[in-house]
């Protein structure tokens, strides 16, 4: 994950309700398998302090890409939280297996983001 300047520094961690509650980052996706993969990136929210992974709650966006071997998929992504709270933003990376069904990879990134009123 990296910042709008791609840098993996200066990651938003406060936001204002209701004046700047959306922040951008990209994500990138490197394909070092034998064979091209659909990948998939579940972006998800959770205000929980000792989360597991794969979260156990619904994407706020997904984004999906078919990424060849030796190649990498990046995409800026804008999320908006508009609620008061601590929150965890997790990117899971998902991808589709041999038989062809969606896994999770057991890899993720996670920006923790206090969003003040």
Not at 7 to 23: C, I, M, Q
Not at 32 to 40: A, G
Request: overall charge negative.
């Amino acid at each position: 994950m990296l910042n709008t300047q791609r840098r993996a520094e200066g990651y938003p961690d406060v936001l204002v309700a209701g004046e700047n509650s959306t922040f951008s980052v990209y994500f990138t996706v490197e394909n070092h398998m034998n064979t091209s993969r659909l990948c998939e990136v579940q972006i998800k929210v959770t205000n929980d302090v000792n989360p597991t992974f794969p979260l156990n709650t619904s994407a706020v966006q997904i984004f999906r890409e078919t990424v060849q071997v030796e190649t990498k998929w990046e995409k800026l992504v804008a999320v908006s939280l508009d609620q008061v709270g601590n929150f965890s933003v997790v990117f899971e990376l998902w991808s589709l297996n041999e038989l062809g069904v969606l896994e999770f990879s057991g890899e993720f990134c996670v920006l923790n983001v206090q969003v003040v009123g």
